[in-house]
């Protein structure tokens, strides 16, 4: 038997503070990803909790050009 619509598990309990920190910095998609080479459409699915999964060196790029450290921009959703 299939789940019922309300059992299926919808996040993956991992929340990207990208919107925060680039607010906290006034810096904008756009310039992160031309900082930490990494395309709008790849920013924006990590912004916006989508992502499945990320490379680590992604993840560093992301850092590096934030100036931040990983757990700075992803955390645990409560």
Partial sequence: ???RKDEIELGSGVHCR???LLQDRV???TRLG???GVSIVNLS???N????????????S???ALEC???ELLVLEK
Avoid: N, P
Avoid at 51 to 57: D, G
């Fill in 18 to 20: 990208l919107d925060e």
């Fill in 27 to 29: 810096m904008t998609l």
């Fill in 69 to 71: 450290e990983i757990g």
């Fill in 34 to 36: 031309e900082l930490a």
């Fill in 49 to 60: 909790d989508r992502a499945k999964a990320i490379r680590f060196s992604t993840l560093v």
């Fill in 1 to 3: 038997m299939g789940r």
């Fill in 45 to 47: 699915v990590l912004k």
């Fill in 62 to 64: 992301i850092c590096r």
